[in-house]
């Protein structure tokens, strides 16, 4: 009888220990991983950081699991918070499927807006087909090529009659950062066969107080006498940020455009 209830004792204290040890896993295995970053203020790179270039940063470790930095993911990054910051979300699960989250800014030091490009010159011939949506892009730091992007808001353009005609374009990133631009497409009642001034650039960005070299921008004059070219820079104005245009002109005729955007330095 009484090796009954020693054994009795002895089974409930392994059941106390047992429940003891299950309630203790089961502590640990509901706890969240932990995410650390190794830069206390906001993480600075470059516009063409990677996810993976920004996993660098953070570590994460479990307590069941131990480390588990390389399951850390980049969830999601936020419009900008002020113009070349953002918000990200670093996220990762255990095995237990327990989740931990942490949230940091990122500035992208070198950030600037989305810039238009153009193909070609917005000077055409009467009733010459010349689509505006196929001669204006777009380019941005971070997201790359976005001219699909490009919205022609309002124009008033018509190549069947010889003018100037207001065009107006705006573009906007992944981080809802918007540039708009606003020129003068030129339809001029011309010889067709005369061939325009070719330029390597048909927009130039530059920051104010810095005057673009406009002779180097210059690709071929096609058959044009040199002496007879002149750079029309009467409008613009480098130390005031807008959009100017300066003229190509061959004998008093305009032969050529670059549009200018003058920026804040």
Do not use: Q
């Amino acid at each position: 009888m009484r090796g009954l209830r020693i054994l009795v004792c002895i089974l409930t204290v392994i059941s106390i220990i047992a429940t003891t040890l299950l309630w203790f896993r089961s502590i640990k295995m509901n706890e969240r991983p932990v995410i650390r970053c190794s830069v206390s203020g906001d993480i600075e790179v470059k516009s063409d950081v990677t996810d993976k270039e920004l996993l660098k940063f953070v570590t994460a470790t479990d307590s069941h699991d131990g480390d588990i930095t390389n399951k850390i993911v980049v969830e999601r990054k936020s419009y900008f918070i002020t113009k070349g910051v953002t918000s990200i979300n670093y996220a990762v699960c255990d095995s237990d499927n327990n989740v931990a989250k942490i949230e940091k800014h990122i500035k992208f030091t070198d950030y600037h807006s989305p810039r238009f490009t153009f193909k070609n010159d917005f000077i055409t011939y009467y009733r010459t087909t010349n689509d505006l949506t196929n001669i204006v892009g777009a380019e941005d730091v971070y997201d790359g090529d976005i001219s699909d992007r490009v919205k022609i808001i309002s124009s008033n353009y018509n190549n069947a009659f010889a003018g100037e005609y207001d065009v107006n374009c705006k573009v906007t990133n992944s981080f809802g950062d918007t540039s708009e631009i606003n020129f003068m497409a030129i339809v001029v009642d011309d010889d067709p066969d005369v061939k325009k001034v070719k330029l390597k650039n048909y927009i130039i960005y530059t920051t104010k107080g810095e005057t673009p070299d406009f002779n180097a921008n210059i690709l071929s004059l096609n058959g044009s006498n040199e002496n007879s070219l002149r750079i029309n820079t009467d409008k613009f104005d480098v130390n005031t940020p807008g959009t100017y245009s300066v003229l190509y002109e061959v004998s008093g005729l305009v032969r050529g455009r670059v549009i200018v955007v003058v920026e804040e330095a």
